[in-house]
């Protein structure tokens, strides 16, 4: 048996069938009702800074830092006096750990799992930028440990926690459009270079940069700036590609709204992906069972330019040249629904559908996924909606689009294994070989 069908099957689906509307987990310690959460960020600068001004502003103490790059560490050591500032954050937790209740991780995707599981294993909640891994089978190991070290979770798809997804999945759920029969996704990235064939010549690192601890798991290689610190994404090593960077918060509402498990299928339309780099752009499809709130059905990504063909969008207002405002569009029985995360100026057709249905506001409503995180640390909020026991899976999901793009061909899925049942050679990109003294 595998290493990944050793993982207790049992487990994860106990795990995955627990409410996520109801609180669940116990803290490590027990918070009085005003007393703050001592958090420490792991990555400090970019999307690092606003998730620990996040935290902050959601009622947390900031007294540990880490960073790889000298220049930002110390601004963010500056910002927060009484923080700790350090450069690898297992000496971090090593040296803070008592003082620290919960953790952000906020690096490129290669680091999250190693960065979040010493974190979880010694009892910390963790907050951690999406996708949650790099991996499939880390996606799934993270959730069975912070299930087995009852920690509060949260994965940073911001917009889960906001008013128009948790309006538009009390919709869906209603029947607005009847049941689902396709869904369809799309963004305008990659907005960085993808389709590169080679690996980058070396340059001189930086002197602020510890460029041993940016590769961290990874194999590695001679610093370069087209890898670090913004164009790590396109690269198959560091990144996750547009998929990975934007499906995480694209593709959530459907995935969502419809109680979406494992897909048993997805194949993809490529262009420009190597052994290095993801594609230049792709099309992704995912093919879903049915389920209480959908047909058998197809969900489609597109990405770096592509879009739906015109005929999704037949009988609607838009068209696909004018439909960049939207983030997807779900055809159901009785019409469809165009849709967007950050906004409630949403497009049904018939156009009377949303007017006609009003459900009770039954999905807890909160301030931002911050305060969803810090309050129920301090046990006076429930669970995170996009808690590890939800965005695992989600995440998986995800990355699974990129294995069919790495493999080249459909594959046909075992969810509950993480087996491609009909591509034996993926293994090795469901569960990545990680750098000598990375290993988990």
């Not at 869906?172 to 010549?201: M, S």
């Not at 396109?234 to 459907?254: E, Q, R």
């Not at 039954?362 to 309050?375: F, G, L, M, S």
């Amino acid at each position: 048996m595998s290493s990944i069908s050793k993982l207790s099957r049992r487990k994860f689906v106990k795990s995955s069938a627990l409410s996520i509307f109801a609180f669940q987990v116990v803290p490590s310690r027990v918070f009085g009702a005003n007393e703050r959460v001592a958090v420490a960020g792991i990555g400090a600068g970019g999307k690092g800074a606003s998730d620990i001004a996040g935290a902050k502003g959601a009622g947390a103490d900031i007294v540990g830092l880490c960073d790889v790059d000298a220049g930002r560490l110390n601004n963010a050591v500056k910002k927060y006096p009484g923080s700790k500032g350090f450069s690898d954050y297992r000496k971090m937790l090593d040296e803070l750990g008592k003082s620290i209740d919960a953790v952000t991780v906020s690096t490129p995707d290669h680091m999250h799992f190693h960065a979040a599981l010493r974190a979880i294993k010694m009892g910390k909640h963790a907050y951690v930028q999406k996708p949650l891994t790099h991996s499939i089978w880390e996606a799934r190991t993270l959730t069975l440990e912070a299930a087995k070290n009852k920690v509060i979770t949260q994965m940073g798809n911001q917009a889960h926690a906001g008013e128009p997804i948790r309006r538009a999945v009390e919709l869906i759920r209603a029947g607005v459009i009847g049941k689902v029969k396709e869904v369809h996704a799309w963004t305008n990235r990659p907005i960085w270079p993808q389709g590169i064939k080679q690996a980058l010549p070396a340059q001189e690192i930086p002197k602020s940069m510890d460029w041993e601890q940016w590769i961290g798991p990874a194999p590695m290689r001679a610093y370069n700036s087209g890898y670090a610190p913004f164009k790590w994404r396109g690269w198959w090593d560091f990144g996750t590609g547009a998929l990975g960077d934007m499906g995480c918060h694209i593709m959530d509402m459907p995935f969502w709204a419809l109680d979406l498990k494992h897909p048993v299928a997805v194949e993809a339309k490529q262009q420009g992906n190597s052994e290095q780099s993801g594609p230049n752009k792709s099309i992704v499809t995912y093919t879903f069972p049915e389920g209480k709130y959908n047909h058998k059905m197809p969900y489609v990504w597109y990405d770096g330019g592509h879009m739906p063909e015109a005929s999704v969008f037949e009988g609607t207002i838009v068209n696909p040249n004018n439909a960049k405002k939207f983030d997807l569009i779900l055809i159901g029985d009785k019409g469809k629904f165009l849709f967007n995360r950050n906004s409630q100026k949403w497009k049904t057709t018939p156009e009377d559908l949303i007017q006609d249905t009003n459900p009770d506001k039954t999905i807890p409503r909160v301030k931002n996924e911050d305060q969803e995180w810090i309050d129920a640390i301090r046990g006076v909020g429930s669970e995170p909606l996009s808690g590890f026991a939800y965005s695992g899976l989600f995440t998986e999901t995800v990355l699974l689009g990129n294995l069919a793009v790495r493999i080249g061909k459909r594959i046909e899925w075992d969810g509950s294994n993480l087996r491609a049942t009909n591509a034996p050679e993926a293994a090795s990109i469901i569960k990545r070989g990680y750098r000598k003294g990375w290993e988990v």
